[in-house]
């Protein structure tokens, strides 16, 4: 009996099987390159659209979606937002965690939206120190008493101020401001009050804050937002989101 017939058969398996292993691997090798640059591209709109907004250098991060459909749809469940440059608005020294849900049309160059958002802030004392600039020469805060504590006239007088929150917005109140019982320049105290009301209300995307304290190390303030609006991105002629 020939076995020719089994024999053609074997090997037109074998083809078979070879050939959908190449197929096989073709598509996963095409649809890894594709998620790494849908990723890349989607993390640069969205990076740009922030970034206006926070007025500072950025990181990304996303959930489990695939980026792929992510650019298809232009939808993304959430997204996690850390400052990169310890900057925000005119704060120096602030870090900023943020998170942003139930995004929509972060593919489109006309901008989308954002569900809702919360944010995590902490502005240390040296951070609070450079951003006054020379009108300072220290600073210290106590948890315990909810009052900062600022150095002026090269260490000869101290500046107290409590922040606090009224309405989702951070007000910074003078609590006393003497030297030797005289009480200090009027312009002088509100130049550092108005700049460090200043820095604790420069938050983008709708954020409001809800609550602040006074910490040995600084201040830390919590926010929240709900829908609002992302910004147009910015494109390169030869990348379109």
Not at 50 to 65: L, N, P, Y
Request: with cysteine; charged share 15%; glycine share 12%.
């Amino acid at each position: 009996m020939s076995t020719k017939p089994s024999t053609a058969l074997n090997v037109s398996r074998r083809t078979l099987v070879i050939a959908l292993v190449v197929v096989a691997t073709l598509l996963v090798t095409i649809l890894v390159g594709g998620e790494a640059y849908a990723r890349h591209v989607v993390s640069r709109c969205i990076s740009s659209q922030f970034e206006k907004e926070m007025g500072s250098q950025i990181d990304v991060g996303f959930g489990a979606k695939p980026m792929l459909i992510t650019w298809l749809d232009g939808k993304v469940s959430s997204v996690t937002v850390d400052s990169k440059d310890n900057k925000f608005g005119p704060a120096v020294g602030m870090v900023v965690h943020a998170k942003f849900n139930d995004l929509e049309g972060v593919n489109n160059t006309q901008g989308g939206s954002v569900g809702s958002s919360s944010a995590n802030v902490t502005w240390s004392n040296e951070g609070i120190e450079e951003t006054l600039g020379g009108m300072v020469s220290g600073v210290r805060s106590s948890s315990s008493t909810g009052m900062i504590t600022l150095d002026v006239l090269g260490g000869l007088a101290q500046l107290q101020v409590h922040p606090e929150v009224r309405n989702g917005v951070v007000e910074v109140q003078t609590k006393s401001a003497e030297l030797l019982g005289i009480g200090l320049p009027t312009d002088l105290v509100e130049g550092i009050v108005d700049l460090m009301t200043q820095s604790l209300q420069s938050y983008p995307m709708g954020l409001k804050a809800t609550e602040i304290k006074v910490t040995d190390n600084g201040v830390a303030v919590q926010l929240a937002g709900g829908h609002t609006q992302l910004p147009a991105a910015d494109n390169n002629a030869d990348m379109r989101c």
